[in-house]
Nanobody, 126 residues
Framework: QVRLVESGGGSVQAGGSLRLSCVTS????????MGWFRQPQGKEREAVAA????????YYADSVKGRFTISRDDAKRTVYLQMNSLKPEDTAMYYC???????????????????WGQGTQVTVSS
């Protein structure tokens, strides 16, 4: 059974930090680009960051550049999202996902991912 399980969400004040984790099981992700997405309540899902197979390349939405860092530990089958300098507009459900294509070109396209976790809620208060 394929599972992606996110954790690390919570409630923080603006300026605070959180570290999200995504543990995978039931499939190999070491050869896959992995992404983080978020979906604010009532809005569409949007790409936050992605990391290539092997971790040599990372991609970020403009809104999080310089504040968020994506990383992976394939030995632990885990992908991380370190979030610093959080803002109220970062409030959302955060999801990790496994990309299904060999190319990284569509890293920000939700339909390019075939496995998703259930999400972890991040709430940032002002």
């Amino acid at each position: 059974q394929v599972r992606l399980v996110e954790s690390g969400g919570g409630s923080v004040q603006a300026g605070g930090s959180l570290r999200l984790s995504c543990v995978t099981s039931g499939l190999s992700v070491s050869n896959s680009l992995m992404g983080w997405f978020r979906q604010p309540q009532g809005k569409e899902r949007e790409a936050v960051a992605a990391i290539s197979a092997g971790g040599s390349s990372t991609y970020y939405a403009d809104s999080v550049k310089g504040r968020f860092t994506i990383s992976r530990d394939d030995a632990k089958r885990t992908v991380y999202l370190q979030m610093n300098s959080l803002k109220p507009e970062d409030t959302a459900m955060y999801y990790c996902a496994r990309h299904m294509f060999d190319s990284d070109d569509r890293w920000s396209t939700p339909s390019a991912y075939n496995y998703w976790g259930q999400g972890t809620q991040v709430t940032v208060s002002s």
